[in-house]
């Protein structure tokens, strides 16, 4: 589910004249700090604003007579600002610089139309003429001659800067008269490549453009004026130079009427938001979709107008409204199958774009004769004439994976999967694993990981198109593919998570080094002990089967649980930072209760014992976090690490109180139970006092001259 929370104003705007509701502002950019956001105007001024608090942090303004073409970025670098004015000049300043009298200035040889910056890149400039510079390089060197790329009359009309495997990536779109082009720029090696945009219907427009890019595949997302979101996929593998491919659009989304104006920006995977007038509420609205179900998740009337103007930072939506700048909180919650068939945890793993709908005729290799003969019969599904030949092409890949050598099996796999040219790319996937598991299972020497772990990270694939995947995977211990199934998949059976946290406990210290896992999530707040990872048994002092420490008694106060949690050996993780990573990847997978209980009882002692200090070590960490979340891509919540503490008590409750190494572990979770307990029972005492001077506040019903009441709190 996707919906709007808070809404507020940023911070006003100058009023525009008639016919300039398009100019009120060039741009909102990010910086490096977070909430903080960049705002250039029409005219002449750039200002650093605080979102959270709504207050200018710095304010610059060219002179009277200049004005800002450009709009101003953030040189995550260098730390500093650029902007253009008067197309050509190029200002460069930072936070302590007062006015731009006295920042850096470099005259260009051509106009500029934008410059782009990302975090971690050097920033690219745009010129109106369509070549491509590095900043740097311009600022070496500002009057260099700068190439004509574009045909005379053909204007740049968007572009969006992206990064992905160290690879830079510009995409810019053109006009003209006859029509629009998509213009994709590549940085090493450095390479151009133009198509031609075939327009949806003869006599549409295009209203607005957004974009995003996986696996060398750029997914352009097209407003029409007919009312129609559209995408076109452009693949960023090189094509033949001398040719212009033609792009198709296909509607995935349909508005409620057309639209003369609006705005469309990618929230995420499976989201969209659109900003465009209703004819028939005369009100603009601003909506956002899902692109999957196709249907409207919130919807936010605006009885002023709007611009055709839609920017998005860190889950808030920018746009101009009256003559003010308004901020909209949104969020995107990814919804499953499973929060209505068991356990779903909230993990930020898409879910419907997961497991699409699938062409099951194609799974089971269903013949053409019978897809023809269903046709006649007058079936709503359309023929593809080509079938028979996308199938022979399918069948020739899955060939050669089974006979070709072990080092171009990469090649192949990277080729289907770059372009996804194959028909019913999911069941290609599907397909072309079963083929690499099937042949693995037969050659106990053929292992080509990079190919699993290039299909898994298409996220066309589930654990039912491929059950032996995981199977393999934990016969060879292979626990990154495991970690990237556990990511990926939805349908994963409770059966399989619990032998995947088999493996993840008792896989030995020296293998983990070896493998490659992003612990950069994980790795904020897992510290880990010298010269050991795994915690000592704390030392209970026991005379004469007495111990000091009543566990019955309310002498476990908060005073004592600190004394506990605050022991050198409880500040460190009872595991690695590389294990952490995979035992999260199970604390967030889905489950349902039921199911999996019976499997948990199959762990071995120590096992249940290290996962419960882990449990343990990841609730201190929680608690100590005033939001009870911890920081990550994660998202670990307390929630999560409760069930998973309640699950584990309530599989080998039996086994871990008859355990002489699990007693204090138990006694210290109980301390904890004892000190939320009090906790709540006092915020109970705070609710009954609020509620008695609530009634207070209530007419008073009594009779006579007065009256007198007596309020005892405690």
Known sequence: MAAFCEEFTLCGLLPGGQGKQQDRLQGVEEVAERDTVLLTDAARTVTLYKVSDQRPLGSWAVKQGQRITCPAVFNHGTGEYVVVHDDKVLRVWKDDDVSFDKVFKATLSAEVCRIHSLPDTEPLVLFRGGAVHFLDALLADPQQEIETKLPEGETI???KMFMEDGQLVLIYITAKLQGCFVHTWQSNPSLCQRYKLQPFTEHSRILDFSASLRNKMVSLMILDSTGHVCLSRVSLVQADQGTEPVLSMSSILQLPEPVEVGALIVLDDSYIATLAPSTAKQKDCLCIWNTSLQTMQDCKEFTQKTCAQLWSYDSKLYLPHGNSLLVLR?????????????????????????????????????STQSRQFEGQKGSRRKRNP????NICQLQVLLSDIQTTTEKKIPSLVHRAVSGQQLPDFQIAAGKMMQALVIRCQSDPKFYPQSSLVKLIETKKLSYSLCPDLMTLCLEKQDVRILQLCLQQFIDVPEAVVCSCLKT?????????????????????????????????????????????????????????????????????SPVSVKRAVLLNSVLTALYSETFILPHLKDLSSDQVVLFLRYLSYLYRRCSENVTLNLPGEEHLSVTQVLDWMNLLLDANFTVLVMLPKARSLLRTLQKFVRVQMKFYSELNKIEGSLSELQNLQRPSKTSGRYSIEVLELY
């Not at 919804?335 to 005729?361: F, H």
């Not at 080509?386 to 030949?389: F, G, L, P, R, V």
């Not at 293998?511 to 000592?536: M, N, R």
């Open 386 to 389: 080509d079938s028979s030949e």
């Open 330 to 366: 949104y969020i995107c919650e990814p919804s499953r199958l499973a929060s209505a068939l068991g356990k779903a945890i909230s993990t930020g793993k898409p879910a419907l774009e997961s497991v699409p709908v699938v062409n099951w005729e194609l799974l089971i290799g269903k």
């Open 157 to 159: 009309m968007w572009s």
């Open 504 to 572: 993840f406990l008792s896989v030995d210290e020296n293998l983990l080094q070896d493998v490659v896992l992003d612990t950069s999530s994980s790795a904020c707040y897992i510290h880990l002990s010298e010269p050991s990872s795994v915690l000592p048994e704390p030392v209970t002092v026991v005379q004469n089967g007495f111990s000091p420490i009543l566990i019955e008694e309310d002498s476990c106060d908060v005073q004592m649980l600190e004394k506990i949690i605050r022991r050198p050996e409880t500040q460190c």
